[in-house]
């Protein structure tokens, strides 16, 4: 069955828009079937951005980009570019339109992990895809260390009932700093410093 997280998507595709207001401004994005989080921004991801946003320094990836939220919002009140990647082909193809309607400057691309994907960053945000399981989301954790430049930081957001404690423990093996930058109706934001 698949998942949004699944490279090919099996639903009928139903595109659809969004409003999404962060901070003084307000986004209308393209959503569709078979996408984390179709209709709203979710909790976990605003809480994200809230907590990190301001801390983001380039390069920056949206890992796990979705239909590209996360990256146009940091693209446009940073005034960055942004790279996107996803495993989702659907999602990459609305985070591509997007980017072209705010005229965020990214580059979205298909990439399990960093499979795909050889750069160097110095800030990555990801929202793990927790149901995917925890051998993909410490993977995914051990390849964004890899892959952050010395002194650059990875932020995630996480339930502490989707496994929080665990998530930290393993995370402290990779990095040499991992803080909690909010707290937030059971969300957890950590900001992991290489």
Same mark, same amino acid.
């Given at each position: 069955?698949?998942?949004?997280?699944?490279?090919?998507?099996?639903?009928?595709?139903?595109?659809?828009?969004? &409003?999404?207001?962060?901070?003084?401004?307000?986004?209308?994005?393209?959503?569709?079937?078979?996408?984390?989080?179709?209709?709203?921004?979710?909790? +976990?991801?605003?809480?994200?951005?809230?907590?990190?946003?301001?801390?983001?320094?380039?390069?920056?990836?949206?890992?796990? *980009?979705?239909? +590209?939220?996360?990256?146009?919002?940091?693209?446009?009140?940073?005034?960055?570019?942004?790279?996107?990647?996803?495993?989702?082909?659907?999602?990459? &193809?609305?985070?591509? @339109?997007?980017?072209?309607?705010?005229?965020?400057?990214?580059?979205?691309?298909?990439?399990?992990?960093?499979?795909?994907?050889?750069?160097?960053?110095?800030?990555?945000?990801?929202?793990?895809?927790?149901?995917?399981?925890?051998?993909?989301?410490?993977?995914?954790?051990?390849?964004?260390?890899?892959?952050?430049?010395? +002194?650059?930081?990875?932020?995630?957001?996480?339930?502490?009932?989707?496994?929080?404690?665990?998530?930290?423990?393993?995370?402290?093996?990779?990095? @040499? &700093?991992?803080?909690?930058?909010?707290?937030?109706?059971?969300?957890?934001?950590?900001? *992991?410093?290489?």
């Amino acid at each position: 069955m698949p998942h949004y997280y699944s490279q090919e998507q099996q639903t009928p595709s139903q595109p659809t828009e969004v &409003e999404i207001g962060f901070r003084d401004r307000s986004y209308i994005f393209l959503t569709d079937r078979g996408v984390f989080s179709k209709g709203r921004l979710d909790y +976990g991801t605003q809480t994200l951005l809230n907590a990190a946003v301001d801390e983001i320094a380039e390069p920056f990836l949206d890992l796990g *980009c979705g239909y +590209g939220a996360v990256g146009v919002i940091a693209g446009s009140i940073k005034g960055i570019s942004v790279d996107m990647t996803d495993v989702n082909k659907r999602a990459l &193809e609305l985070a591509k @339109k997007n980017a072209n309607r705010y005229r965020v400057e990214a580059e979205v691309f298909y990439s399990d992990g960093f499979a795909q994907n050889d750069r160097q960053y110095q800030t990555i945000f990801l929202n793990p895809p927790i149901r995917a399981g925890k051998e993909v989301v410490h993977r995914l954790f051990k390849e964004s260390h890899e892959h952050l430049l010395p +002194g650059g930081s990875l932020y995630i957001v996480i339930q502490k009932k989707q496994g929080l404690g665990s998530a930290k423990k393993y995370l402290l093996t990779l990095f @040499k &700093e991992v803080q909690t930058l909010e707290r937030s109706a059971g969300y957890h934001v950590l900001k *992991c410093t290489k």
